[in-house]
């Protein structure tokens, strides 16, 4: 009896050991998490659509943070999705290729009066043409509401970037945009650009990883040069908005592109679209976020 309890106390103190090792083992385990901040945590009541890129949605599919009334409808042509800055991307292709998705009535979109839109790239330079990177489109006009574009640019090391709105609501001057050719934007590398229209200063503006790198104030007609000119102030994209396209250009959809009109050849990863001007703060907070959650 005696030699049998202590047969069963020896096994005891075996499983002890065996159970004090394996909860030191899981205790010493990396955090997969750990130092990471998710970035659709910043500013997170005025984050209105978020497109991962992950893989391709299945039609008729809600993107993230829209509430259902942006929706998936298709890929076109040689577009896919490829590693991107995290997880996967969109990658566009030198011929008829793009992403669409609809809008519906009560999207956030359409009554946008500033707004932000933030996202990684890797491009190539191109001196071929001007390439839609992302557009909102409606009846409105030519260029758009509201795009994202890579300009043609001579060749170099960095890429051209244009910010466009077309303000259905101004008497005079009704598209705005901006452009910047930075050392910042540099071809065939990642970087985070944010671009951004403040209703209260009436300026359009580009951030690249975290920090302004120009800023214009516009006005509903000309710069003035000789006397004032209204500031733009609170903008109206126009409601009869219904796509959105990543990669191309809707004439270039039709059938009716202009020679200049190029597809998206780059890579375009974690966009997001904001209902708000967001803060110096906010888009350095972001960009921070955005860094902890890059591919390895």
Known sequence: MKKFFKINGALFVIMLLVGLMTSSCKKSEPDPNAGKTDPSTIATANLI?????????????????????ITYVKKVGAASFV????GNGYQGATTSSYLEY??????????????????????????????????????????????????SQ?????????????????????GQDIRKQSDKFLSDKWFHVVSVYRKAS????????????FSQIRYAGPVPTTGPQPLLGTITLGSDMTKIYFGAWPQQI????ESWMTYYK???????????????????????AEITQINP
């Open 49 to 69: 659509a978020y497109f991962p890129f992950e893989s391709e949605p299945a039609a008729g599919a809600a993107v993230e943070k829209s509430n259902s009334t």
């Open 83 to 86: 590693t991107g800055r995290r």
């Open 102 to 151: 609809n809008l519906a009535a009560g999207t956030s979109l359409k009554t946008l009066d500033e707004f932000t839109l933030a996202c990684w790239i890797k491009t190539p330079s191109t001196t071929s043409g001007a390439a839609k990177i992302f557009s909102v489109n409606g009846g409105d006009s030519f260029m758009g509401n509201l795009a994202l574009i890579q300009e």
């Open 154 to 174: 001579p060749a170099g090391d960095s890429v051209d970037m244009k910010l466009y709105l077309f303000d259905s609501a101004s008497p005079d001057w009704k």
């Open 202 to 213: 009436s300026e359009m503006e580009f951030y690249a990883n975290g920090k302004r790198v």
């Open 254 to 257: 039709a059938g009716t592109p």
């Open 266 to 288: 780059g890579i375009v990863d974690e966009f997001r679209v904001y209902n708000k001007a967001l803060s110096t703060t906010e888009i350095q907070s972001l960009y921070d």
